[in-house]
């Protein structure tokens, strides 16, 4: 048996399950937001979504069945990249819905800003990992958490300036639960945590722009009960709601003309990604919509296993980027829907229509099986003792 047939055979396979399930669910869910855009390109992107999962399938299994060590050679370039090519997205990408975040490449719109997550939970897992081997000064807690903070601070501003709040948004519990995990004492989190909270109202009148302000304080006022403008600011929080509360228990049914996404109040650009949710709750209920939060906690919860089986602090460090990279999605894409969060432009993993993030989701999920495949270290397991027994003739 060769060693790569080997690594292959040792695969988190329930986990693996668990993710092909999800994404076939995901294909289900941008057929029912779409098929009833029978004279749009909107009506084939389920098409797409599935030549996109499969892409992102060949990442997977190389990412899983590479040494997750190798890693560290890469984490840096890859970063660099990343972030180079979500600065020039900055100031030269394409503007789709007050966001500059895509760059053109003939058929396909590639956003960096996914890109600059994923190297930027690399670099942080070689950052945390590394820096104290490198000289007696990165010993110090504070450098580290100095250095780790310049290093997610930078994609962090440039996806914000690009308008992008969600992803933006992303980075926060990333950054956070990964420098929890890379020995970084919590008093000094908590400092952080503290003085974030401080700065927020500034950030909120300073910071945000005039729509996105608008979309904070509508939702606060529907919560209040108070009257909004459902025709302009609160069309999408309004129909979104209206999409999910009057799902029930069992939905609506599979290709009901009486829904509010069939009806055209959810937009059908974003009712394939950002606002799929609604679609889904709408025609298949709480029971449905339990049913895909189940599989997402399933998810998490094996990722949490596979890291406490890993190796070293590495390969634990890139398994916890992993879940809260997965977990903000889920939580911000889920939590806007049913306002507890701003509304802001985020997909729902393995679920929403994309490329980029498609595929990003998929090699990171990758990188969590190649810490489960390589959780024993080559080298100690040369050095156990091989017991040997002695046949009596």
């Known amino acids: 048996m060769t060693p790569l047939f080997r690594k292959f055979l040792g695969l988190n396979w329930l986990l693996f399950a668990n993710i092909i399930a999800l994404m076939i ?33 060949v990442f997977f299994f190389a990412a899983s069945l590479i040494d997750y060590k190798w890693v560290r050679y890469l984490g840096i370039p890859f970063y660099l990249a990343a972030t180079g090519l979500l600065i020039f997205t900055t100031f030269f990408g394409i503007e789709i819905n007050g966001t500059r975040a895509w760059l053109d490449f003939g058929p396909v719109l590639l956003q960096p800003s996914q890109l600059a997550i994923a190297g930027g939970v690399i670099a942080l897992a070689l950052a945390l990992c590394t820096l104290h081997k490198l000289h007696p000064v990165f010993r110090s807690s504070f450098v580290r958490l100095f250095v780790t903070g310049i290093i997610a601070v930078i994609p962090f501003v440039f996806v914000l300036i690009q308008g992008d709040f969600g992803s933006a948004l992303v980075w926060v519990p990333v950054y956070g639960a990964m420098v929890l995990i890379g020995n970084i004492p919590i008093r000094y989190l908590v400092v952080i945590v503290l003085s974030v909270t401080m700065f927020l109202p500034f950030a909120f009148f ?104 890993s190796r070293d602090l590495m390969g634990r460090l890139l398994v916890v980027g992993v879940v809260g990279l997965l977990f903000a999605h889920i939580y911000q894409n889920v939590g806007m829907n049913l306002l507890i969060m701003p509304i802001t432009g985020i997909p729902l993993p393995l679920i929403s229509y994309g490329g980029t993030f498609t595929i990003v989701i998929l090699f990171l999920l990758g990188l969590v099986q190649s810490v489960w495949v390589h959780r024993i270290d080559p080298d100690e397991k040369a050095a156990r003792p091989v017991l040997q027994i002695e046949h009596l003739d």
Not at 217 to 233: C, D, H, P, S, Y
């Open 206 to 309: 300073f910071g945000l722009k005039d729509y996105q302000k608008k979309r904070i304080t509508t939702q606060i006022e529907m919560l209040q009960g108070k009257k909004v403008n459902i025709r302009a600011e609160a069309y999408s929080a309004y129909n979104n709601l209206l999409a999910i509360g009057s799902g029930g228990w069992g939905g609506k049914g599979f290709k009901n003309p009486d829904t509010v996404n069939n009806k055209g109040f959810i937009s059908p650009d974003t009712a394939i990604n950002d606002f799929i949710f609604p679609v889904l709750a709408e025609e298949h209920g709480f029971r449905g919509s339990l049913l895909m939060l189940g599989g997402f906690m399933l998810l998490l919860l094996q990722c949490v296993y596979v890291a406490f089986y």
């Open 25 to 57: 669910f995901g294909v289900f869910a941008v057929y029912s937001a779409c098929w009833m855009r029978e004279h749009s390109n909107l009506s084939d992107k389920w098409r797409d979504q599935v030549y996109w999962m499969l892409i992102g399938l």
